[in-house]
């Protein structure tokens, strides 16, 4: 089993920055792809960024450029630096991982909690 925590959300002006932390902690063979969604009120969640075990990174059209993905296998984090934050990047935003439990199973799904990222002046 895996949990995740998140943190590092809150409430910044437009033009901004935050980071995002996810830590992984649990039993667990290994790690595979690490991510970040982000639900906004009234619409579906959507992948926000994406990173693999090889450190491939994948971003949505609307943050490329100003949200940056990375991970540390040492501690099982993954953050999301946020620049040049815009109202509509105004979310809850959530951690998922792929991992494996044991060597012999399949990847399974995990989320985090969630945490409230708001742009507004």
């Known amino acids: 089993q895996v949990q995740l925590v998140e943190s590092g959300g809150g409430l910044v002006q437009p033009g901004g920055s935050l980071r995002l932390s996810c830590a992984a902690s649990?039993?667990?063979?290994?790690?595979?792809?690490m991510a970040w969604y982000r639900q906004a009120p009234g619409k579906q969640r959507e992948l926000v960024a994406d990173i693999t075990s090889g450190d491939s990174t994948n971003y949505a059209d609307s943050v490329k450029g100003r949200f940056t993905i990375s991970r540390d296998n040492a501690k099982n984090t993954v953050y999301l630096q946020m620049n040049s934050l815009k109202p509509e990047d105004t979310a809850v935003y959530y951690c998922?991982?792929?991992?494996?439990?044991?060597?012999?199973?399949?990847?399974?799904?995990?989320w985090g909690q969630g945490t409230q990222v708001t742009v507004s002046s």
């Open positions: 998922n991982v792929g991992a494996r439990p044991s060597l012999l199973t399949n990847i399974w799904e995990y």
């Open positions: 649990g039993r667990f063979f290994s790690i595979n792809h």
